[in-house]
């Protein structure tokens, strides 16, 4: 599975970047995914250096493509106070963390085109920002990252 | 009318996408029919083919960075605008869109 329960972290006290990508590297280590959780921290900081994954809208998208990965996954963060991201003009609340296998295609380049296609419908946007449910969440992004695995 | 956009960006992931479902949604909400092929990093995807150029009233490119095989769109109406202006303007593209090809 490309996301579980265990890969959601709702109104998590996050003070900043990379507090963020090192919460999501540790769900995505505790839930197998990742064979080197350094190895896979700095290739985020290695995408993320070369552009901002900052999408606006309160979004963030942090993403690597190494052999540091298993197999795909997917974490959801909302922050329970917005923080600075580099690269845009508007703070962070939404976080989509991406790991993606060095082999096995585009699979998290999909994953992320389906995302961002979602990500302009403010009903969806609205979803992410408001329900408490992990469940309910966990639908939700099931449902639009749909058919990936 | 009949539309067509190619959308990329510099990373050739998010605002390709985003940019390409904005201003598709927007132009169908208008009762217009489009077609978007993205140049992102998988590539060129839902390739515009040169009958859908014929037939085209515009042309919408994004202006991010070049976009690829543009000379397929010689003497067609070409309406230049950022990925950006796409994810969050775009019913005023697809109305300046009308007011300019009528």
Same mark, same amino acid.
């Given at each position: 599975m490309l996301i579980n329960k265990d890969l959601i972290s709702i109104n998590v006290d996050l003070k900043n970047k990379d507090e963020v990508i090192a919460h999501s590297a540790q769900l995505m280590f505790n839930a197998g995914k990742l064979n080197d959780l350094e190895g896979y921290r700095k290739a985020v900081y290695e995408r993320e250096a070369e552009?901002?994954?900052?999408? +606006?809208?309160g979004i963030a998208m942090p993403h690597a493509r190494t052999s540091f990965v298993n197999e795909p996954g997917l974490v959801f963060m909302r922050l329970k106070e917005e923080i600075p991201w580099e690269g845009g003009d508007q703070p962070i609340r939404l976080v989509f963390g991406i790991a993606a296998p060095e082999? +096995? +295609?585009?699979i998290h380049l999909k994953i992320l085109a389906k995302l961002a296609r979602q990500l302009i419908y403010d009903d969806f946007k609205q979803k992410l920002f408001t329900i408490d449910n992990e469940d309910d969440l966990l639908a939700l992004i099931e449902e639009a990252t749909g058919g990936l695995e | 009318m009949k539309l067509l956009a190619v959308t990329a960006c510099a990373a050739g992931v998010a605002h390709t996408f985003m940019a390409a479902e904005g201003i598709e949604k927007a132009a169908k909400e208008r009762g217009h029919e489009i077609k978007v092929e993205t140049q992102g990093a998988l590539g060129i995807d839902n390739r515009i083919t040169p009958e859908e150029v014929k037939e085209a009233d515009a042309v919408i490119l994004t202006k991010d960075i070049p976009i690829r095989e /543009?000379? /397929?769109?010689?003497?067609k109406k070409i309406f230049n605008v950022t990925s950006t202006a796409c994810i969050t303007n775009g019913p005023k593209i697809i109305e300046a869109i009308e007011q300019n090809t009528k």
């Open positions: 552009i901002s994954t900052n999408l +606006g809208d082999t +096995g +295609g585009d | /543009r000379d /397929r769109f010689e003497g």
